[in-house]
T-cell receptor
Framework: GAVVSQHPSRVICKSGTSVKIECRSLDFQATTMFWYRQFPKQSLMLMATSNEGSKATYEQGVEKDKFLINHASLTLSTLTVTSAHPEDSSFYIC????????FGQGTRLTVV | EDQVTQSPEALRLQEGESSSLNCSYTVSGLRGLFWYRQDPGKGPEFLFTLYSAGEEKEKERLKATLTKKESFLHITAPKPEDSATYLC????????????FGTGTRLQVFP
């Protein structure tokens, strides 16, 4: 299967700071990238859809000013959690798709 | 509204005890049904894509089948390393490439 690399895998940050998470498709050009959030023992919750060169489309209830998405190229998308608070602590996962979706390893964010 | 329901929520098997996981779906114009495996603290790992009723795919001890209303993931003679959460997802005609996920089945295989 295709390889999607997500970094960092774990990050701890102080409340009020911003954190950037990178998602790269290493061996194919993804038409679309998606960002998910996952709570313990729950399924993936779609946050936003990202297409190269255009603004991300956010799901209802997701604050676009808090979760900034930049899709710089067909192989790179970034999610920046701005002014992070403890309630933003979660497991964030990206996927890159060329119809089938391939997922990154996930990022465990802890805001203290 | 597109919807995916997985059952059972959790399954405990003895090593070698074959079983099946169910994924029932309602979608407008199925473009594809996907099975993923997710280990704790990791992103989902792609297993299979099924496109049309009657299709079957196999990989080692896993076999996925598809009907017009549901998909089954059959696990033959499972081993402890098959323990994971198995996720089912669909893509419909009107959702571009958005995956609609089920809540998953947590499988534990004991030696």
């Amino acid at each position: 299967g295709a390889v999607v690399s997500q970094h960092p895998s774990r990050v701890i940050c102080k409340s009020g700071t911003s954190v950037k998470i990178e998602c790269r498709s290493l061996d194919f050009q993804a038409t679309t990238m998606f960002w998910y959030r996952q709570f313990p023992k729950q399924s993936l919750m779609l946050m936003a859809t990202s297409n190269e060169g255009s603004k991300a489309t956010y799901e209802q209830g997701v604050e676009k000013d808090k979760f900034l998405i930049n899709h710089a190229s067909l192989t790179l998308s970034t999610l920046t959690v701005t002014s992070a608070h403890p309630e933003d602590s979660s497991f964030y996962i990206c996927s890159a798709t060329r119809f089938e979706a391939f997922f990154g390893q996930g990022t465990r964010l802890t805001v203290v | 509204e597109d919807q995916v329901t997985q059952s059972p929520e959790a399954l405990r098997l003895q090593e070698g005890e074959s079983s099946s996981l169910n994924c029932s779906y309602t979608v407008s114009g199925l473009r594809g049904l996907f099975w993923y495996r997710q280990d704790p603290g990791k992103g989902p790992e792609f297993l299979f894509t099924l496109y049309s009723a009657g299709e079957e795919k196999e990989k080692e001890r896993l076999k996925a089948t598809l009907t017009k209303k549901e998909s089954f993931l059959h696990i033959t003679a499972p081993k402890p390393e098959d323990s994971a959460t198995y996720l089912c997802a669909v893509v419909g005609s009107y959702n571009t490439d958005k995956l609609i996920f089920g809540t998953g089945t947590r499988l534990q295989v004991f030696p």
